[in-house]
């Protein structure tokens, strides 16, 4: 289970193994805005893959799309998000620094705002007024900066899939209920960034917009409902105890049901360390009817056997990449004590794992390291993401790839140049068995699937 101080070991970890840097940190860091590194670009990589192939390559009835962030500006009109997409925003009246109304409730613990304890200063109380928000960052297309020329930073990317709803249809010749899905980054000018990569400024989404027949609505809101849940489990590997799902009491402007998927973070992450990780919406005709309103464009669907025209429903399945990469990072993160000596494990599920595979000459001499190399360059010919250490004693190559996540090292011995056998070691056990050179390729494949 995660404890208090998760966040800062992982922070740490992050940055010792190249997952995650703080941006522009040699100018003191951006506000809430991270870079991934060498093991990091991998890991969000493994899990967005994991995501499409799970949403469009083993689908027939979801397509892809890859969507410009930049739209014309109606569409956030017609979205409802330049009226609608703000958050209540206080700020501390003795140090200046401005909060979310309900994240600091909830992280606070408050029932109002008079009990609330400023997280920046340790005043109580002292707050202004709340004042609407707008989460949309704004900037201008072509040179001249005036109002004409605004244009916004896309904060969800759910909007590129409805106004390319008949494009996508027509394009695929697919029939209602089907699917758009897509990958890409959003933006949002959060007030409360926060909790390393759980809530920043800017971040990918993995949205799939799926248009059913009205009144199919509520089946199809559940089935992927429980599609999706068992995505967390079963592809990310996240422990069940660790997952729940979260019906919403208040709906937003465009839902008519609504819930998470919350994953457990601990420390100050969402409610009691609960955070959201994915959402899912029955969005209904809201967005379709908009769009159709502010463009003046029918986006009706046309059904030629049943001899019927309608604009059809919306369920929306919407996951944070880089959540749900930090969800797995965290349920990965075990210390156990080896030989008095505290161990750091990422136990990330192979198919996930940046590195598959570490390959390590058990000495310096003796033939090991060509035979170690040799191994290691056949493993990434075949694609198969390896990593070659010869660097210090054994149990420090070890611990290392135990830290980097890496599930399986293959150490070169003696044996090795005498019979043709090499260890395999496996990171979460640490134990090690003994397989013929030519086995290895299989031995991973059955692993890593
Ligand atoms: P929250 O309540 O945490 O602000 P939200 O309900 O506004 O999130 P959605 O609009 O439903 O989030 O976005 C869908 C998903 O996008 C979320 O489940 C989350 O994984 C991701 N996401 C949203 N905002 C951020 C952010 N600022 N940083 C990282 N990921 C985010």
Known sequence: MAD??????????????????????IYGGTGSVWDYGPLGVELKRNVKDAWWRAMVHERDDIE???????????????????????????????????????ILLAETGAAEMEAARCPSCGKTGEWTEPR???????????????????????????????????????????????????????????????????????FEQMEMQFF????????????????????????????????????????????????????????????GGWGEIEGIHNRTDFDLKRHQEYSGKRLEYIDPAAGERYIPYIIETSVGADRATLAVLANAYREDVVDGETRVVLSIKPSLAPLKCGVFPLVKKDGMPDRATQIHEDLRRRGIPSFYDEA????????????????FCITVDGETMEQGTVTIRDRDTMEQSRIAQDQIPAFLAERLA
């Not at 739209?71 to 003795?94: I, Q, Y």
């Not at 949309?136 to 106004?163: C, H, W």
């Not at 465009?254 to 420390?267: C, I, L, T």
């Open 132 to 202: 609407s928000f707008n989460l949309m960052f704004k900037t201008f297309m072509g040179p001249a900066e005036d109002s004409a020329n605004v244009v916004y930073l896309r904060p969800e990317t759910a909007q590129g899939i409805y106004v390319n709803f008949l494009n996508v249809q027509q394009s695929a010749r697919q029939k209602i209920p089907f699917g758009i899905a897509q990958i890409g980054k959003a933006f949002r000018n959060e007030i409360t960034p926060g909790n390393f990569t759980f809530r920043t400024r800017e």
């Open 212 to 271: 059913v027949k009205p009144g199919s609505d509520e089946a199809f809101f559940e089935q992927w409902r429980e599609a999706r849940f068992k995505w967390h489990t079963d592809v990310l590997g996240l422990s069940p105890d660790r997952l729940r799902y979260h019906p919403h009491e208040k709906l937003a402007h465009y839902a008519s049901a609504a819930g998470d998927v919350e994953f457990y973070f601990g420390g100050t992450i969402g409610d």
């Open 64 to 102: 892809g799309l890859d969507a410009a962030i930049l739209m014309h500006p109606k569409v956030w009109e017609a979205s409802g998000h330049v009226e609608n997409f703000t958050d209540p925003l206080v700020e501390c009246r003795n140090c200046h620094r401005r909060f979310r109304v309900d």
């Open 392 to 407: 210090g004693a054994i149990g420090r190559r070890y611990r290392r790839q135990d830290e980097a996540g890496t599930p």
């Open 4 to 25: 208090n101080d998760l966040m800062e070991k992982l922070v740490s970890l992050s940055k010792r193994r190249g997952y995650v840097f703080q941006s522009s940190e």
